[in-house]
């Protein structure tokens, strides 16, 4: 698996923030420990390109830093920061229609942010940025939402789209507090606090087999690490080792091309090790 990352984006930070550059920071260290210091770098995505996904006005927001919410800091040169996320995205995406694996370790996240608004430390969403780009490649695509959180802002981008599939498994009665529900082209699969991989891994088996009859030429998967019995947002009951069984069952039965994209993740002492259980057992199959 290709992983693609730059320096860059370590540079921005909310003092006390959760989102931190700590965060990617440890999973660098912790994979150049293990000798995995290869990375690609990559540009930020063209404003034509974030049109696609999002309203004129809600870049203009971003980029004037013309906008308040209580969880997403307005931070001098966000609309850079967030534009070079969403390129991290779409390199990993490129080469999963190149067909290849890839990861984009981005931040900010992406996967709450919809057509006209941010929210929950997003302000562009990353993978649906990638998956419109792959769109005018392939047919069908997938897109598989395993941060701890439900992913919203994807889902209120492309429910009803006939060439997507939107699945998403988060901690039930949490933030953003959707996610309840399937209709239409989402599913959803709300999991109750406390659960730990051998439940959480039931629903995995189902939301891979709607992917398998749907039938995708490119899977888009957000990764979020929340999902940590030691994530300080969240209840959900995963050790680090449980990364690398779930990268497994994933790569074993996904036939196509797959990219991922970072989305949460903030317990800074359980991520680096989680991230490499997953790369390990991702490789492992491949
Ligand atoms: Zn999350």
Redesign the pocket.
């Known amino acids: 698996m290709e992983i693609f990352f730059t320096k860059e984006l370590l540079e921005y930070y909310e003092p006390g923030h959760p989102e931190s550059p700590e965060r990617v920071q440890a999973i660098i260290d912790f994979l150049e420990k293990k000798g995995r210091s290869n990375f690609l770098s990559f540009g930020s995505a063209q404003e034509s390109i974030l049109l696609e996904v999002h309203s004129r006005m809600h870049i203009d927001a971003v980029k004037k830093n013309n906008f308040f919410d209580p969880d997403t800091p307005n931070i001098p040169d966000i609309f850079k920061f967030a534009s070079l996320s969403a390129g991290g995205a779409l390199a990993a995406a490129q080469l999963a229609i190149d067909k290849e694996d890839a990861f984009a370790l981005i931040r900010p996240?992406g996967?709450?942010a919809g057509k006209d608004f941010l929210g929950?430390?997003c302000y562009f969403n990353n993978i649906a940025i990638a998956v419109q780009h792959c769109l005018r490649s392939v047919k069908k695509i997938a897109i598989l939402d395993l941060?701890?959180?439900h992913g919203n802002g994807t889902e209120s981008i492309f429910k009803d789209s006939k060439n997507v599939l939107f699945i998403s498994i988060?901690q039930a009665h949490a933030?953003p507090w959707t996610g309840v529900m399937s209709f239409s082209n989402c599913y959803n699969f709300p999991v109750k606090k406390g659960t730990g991989f051998p439940d959480y891994r039931i629903f995995l088996h189902e939301a891979l087999g709607l992917i398998n009859r749907f039938g995708p030429d490119i899977v888009g998967i957000s990764l979020?690490f929340?999902t940590h019995r030691n994530?300080p947002?969240?209840d959900l009951n995963f050790v680090d080792s449980d990364y690398y069984h779930m990268a497994k069952m994933i790569g074993r039965s996904i036939c196509v091309p797959t990219f991922f994209v970072l989305?949460?993740?903030?317990d800074i002492k359980s991520i680096g090790n989680s991230f490499f259980c997953f790369l390990s057992g991702w490789e492992k199959v491949r």
């Open positions: 996240p996967h709450h929950g430390f941060d701890g959180h988060h933030y979020g929340d994530d947002l969240l989305e949460g993740g903030y």
